[in-house]
Nanobody
Framework: QVQLVESGGGLARPGASLTLSCAASGRTLRNYVVVWFRQAPGQEREFVAASRGQDTKRYADSVRGRFTIFRENAENTVSLQMNNLKPEDTGVYYC?????????????????WGQGTEVTVSS
C-alpha cells in the first residue's frame, strides 16, 4: 500500500510560481511511475506531467515549458514546479502512482492517489 500526500497548493497571481510536492509515506517511489493530474471545476481530470525514474518525463502540451516534474529526497517525493501560472491552471492537483515501468496518461490506470491540493490562479 502506498500513501501519497500532496502539499504546496494555494492562491497565486498570473505569472507567479508554485511548487507542489507529493510525498510517499514510509517508502520510496523509485520503482513507480508518478503522474500529476488536475481537475478544474466542472471538468474531467486531465494529465499534467509524468515521471519515470530520474530521467523520463512527459508533459501535457498546455504546461510544457512552464512546469517541471522532478524527484527528490531519495525519490520519496515527486514535485511539480509550476512557473508562469495562468488562470487556466486553476484546479485541484492530484498525484498518482503505479508500480510499473510503463508510462500511462489515463487516470484510471493509477491505483494510488493523494487527496489533492488546490491551486487557484487569479489576479
Amino acid at each position: 500500500q502506498v500513501q501519497l500526500v500532496e502539499s504546496g497548493g494555494g492562491l497565486a497571481r498570473p505569472g507567479a510560481s508554485l511548487t507542489l510536492s507529493c510525498a510517499a509515506s514510509g517508502r520510496t517511489l523509485r520503482n513507480y511511475v508518478v503522474v500529476w493530474f488536475r481537475q478544474a471545476p466542472g471538468q474531467e481530470r486531465e494529465f499534467v506531467a509524468a515521471s519515470r525514474g530520474q530521467d523520463t518525463k512527459r508533459y501535457a502540451d498546455s504546461v510544457r515549458g512552464r512546469f517541471t516534474i522532478f524527484r527528490e529526497n531519495a525519490e520519496n517525493t515527486v514535485s511539480l514546479q509550476m512557473n508562469n501560472l495562468k488562470p487556466e491552471d486553476t484546479g485541484v492537483y492530484y498525484c498518482a502512482a503505479r508500480h510499473t515501468s510503463i508510462l500511462r496518461f489515463e487516470a484510471d490506470e493509477y491505483e494510488y492517489w493523494g487527496q489533492g491540493t488546490e491551486v487557484t490562479v487569479s489576479s
